[in-house]
């Protein structure tokens, strides 16, 4: 019996010692939703910033074809050209940071992207998906996943449709 309660009050003090798994409230939490702000502000600097030197980024693609911040950050910039606005549906979003059985930290966030072109007013929204592996309070690997056809068609259905123009103002 005497062993019994020994084992119960182990069990219990490992149980109240143990890091938490999962959590909705974090500084790793704070950082993510900076760097959307820092995203949809144009604040490029500062969404570097909370990137660790050499982190590896993988927007829409596989392990095997990683890019820098930098190079994210330049096709960023491109990509939002096109528009006249663009936005995160801020009471739309979902975060939570999970300790892996590693020892690692990751934050997930689930938002809405809104943006809206330029040429002809028309608005997308987009489901997206970040995951986020922290250490030290920098991310340093980061995976990411949406949903840009519908835009992209028709951002070139524009570009088509400028060309057939041009052919018309400028005969042979």
């Not at 992207?113 to 995951?131: C, L, Q, R, S, Y």
Request: glycine content about 6%.
């Amino acid at each position: 019996m005497k062993n019994f309660l020994l084992l119960g009050l182990l069990l219990m003090a490992i149980g109240c010692t143990s890091k938490t798994k999962y959590t909705q409230q974090s500084p790793e939490i704070d950082i993510v939703k900076s760097i959307i702000g820092n995203y949809v502000n144009g604040e490029w600097d500062e969404y570097a910033a909370h990137y660790a030197e050499g982190a590896t980024v993988f927007f829409n693609t596989t392990e095997e074809n990683p890019s820098s911040i930098q190079e994210i950050i330049a096709g960023q910039k491109l990509s939002i050209e096109p528009l006249s606005s663009y936005s995160f549906v801020r009471d739309k979003e979902e975060l939570e940071m999970v300790l892996t059985d590693e020892g690692e930290t990751w934050v997930n966030y689930w938002g809405l992207w809104k943006g809206t072109i330029a040429a002809n007013n028309k608005t997308f929204e987009m489901p997206v998906h970040i995951t986020s592996q922290f250490v030290d309070g920098k991310i340093v690997k980061t995976f990411g996943y949406w949903e840009s056809a519908p835009m992209q068609i028709e951002l070139m259905k524009i570009q088509e449709a400028a060309a057939e123009m041009a052919e018309i103002e400028t005969p042979e």
